[in-house]
């Protein structure tokens, strides 16, 4: 089955920049959409972004839009997301995750993704 492995999460200054890498364990992902969520300690997981399988279409949650991006190389298997002006209310475990359809209706909608990875940490904090 498909796996997925976040990486590049850490500490990092206000104002600073991260790009996190979700890293698909086969090919067949990029038959998936591909989103990222978040959480923070005592707080609901928030949906942040979406790419589709095509690649084409992207979303984003009013809280990063215009500070965040997300991309994907298919050859490698891999979806990024690029943090930037980052604050610390983006402090939280940051998860991507694979929905079957390839489309990111319900972008966040946490059941509507049957694939997910363990998460990795982002702080933002001077």
């Known amino acids: 089955q498909l796996q997925l492995v976040e990486s590049g999460g850490g500490l990092v200054q206000p104002g600073g920049s991260l790009r996190l890498t979700c890293a698909a364990s086969e090919s067949t992902e990029g038959s998936y959409a591909v989103g990222w969520f978040r959480q923070a300690p005592g707080k609901e997981r928030e949906g942040v972004s979406c790419?589709?399988?095509?690649?084409?279409?992207?979303r984003f949650a009013d809280s990063v839009k215009g500070r965040f991006t997300i991309s994907r190389d298919k050859a490698n298997n891999r979806v990024y997301l690029q943090m930037n002006s980052l604050k610390p209310e983006d402090t939280a475990v940051y998860y991507c995750?694979?929905?079957?359809?390839?489309?990111?209706?319900?972008?966040?909608?946490?059941?509507?993704?049957?694939?997910w990875g363990l998460g990795t940490q982002v702080s933002v904090s001077s």
């Open positions: 790419i589709s399988s095509s690649g084409i279409s992207t």
């Open positions: 995750a694979a929905k079957s359809n390839g489309l990111c209706s319900d972008y966040n909608v946490p059941f509507s993704y049957g694939i």
